[in-house]
């Protein structure tokens, strides 16, 4: 009942920016937290950034002065705006929230299908 598609992800070089966006869709009462998270082949899946419904922020150590994330709360959509990008960000990214899909009712934790960033010359 709740879908969260990822898009803008791609190849870029080392020292490159991407910016990628998860729209989230279906029976929606209200969205709490928003955030993304990445996975490298052969590692576990890390937090990459959050965003609470108040826009308070939160970042891996490795992505902070270098990624940004946003949301647009008209729209049910996260952000993440990624510059000075290294080949240690290739991963494929994933973004999820918390959704409400009822007054009263609890949040639901949702993901998205993810979407393949890659840093290389």
């Known amino acids: 009942q709740v879908q969260l598609v990822e898009s803008g992800g791609g190849l870029v070089q080392p020292g490159g920016s991407l910016s990628l966006s998860c729209a989230v869709s279906?029976?929606?009462?209200?969205?709490?937290?928003m955030g993304w998270y990445r996975q490298a082949p052969g590692k576990q899946r890390e937090l990459v950034a959050r965003?609470?419904?108040?826009?308070?922020?939160n970042y891996a150590d490795s992505v902070k002065g270098r990624f940004t994330i946003s949301r647009d709360d008209a729209k049910n959509t996260v952000y993440l705006q990624m510059n000075s990008l290294k080949p240690e960000d290739t991963a494929v990214y994933l973004c999820?929230?918390?959704?409400?899909?009822?007054?009263?009712?609890?949040?639901?934790?949702?993901w998205g299908q993810g979407t393949q960033v890659t840093v290389s010359s």
């Open positions: 999820n929230a918390d959704v409400r899909s009822i007054p009263l009712g609890s949040y639901s934790h949702y």
């Open positions: 279906g029976v929606i009462f209200s969205i709490t937290d």
């Open positions: 965003i609470t419904s108040n826009s308070i922020t």
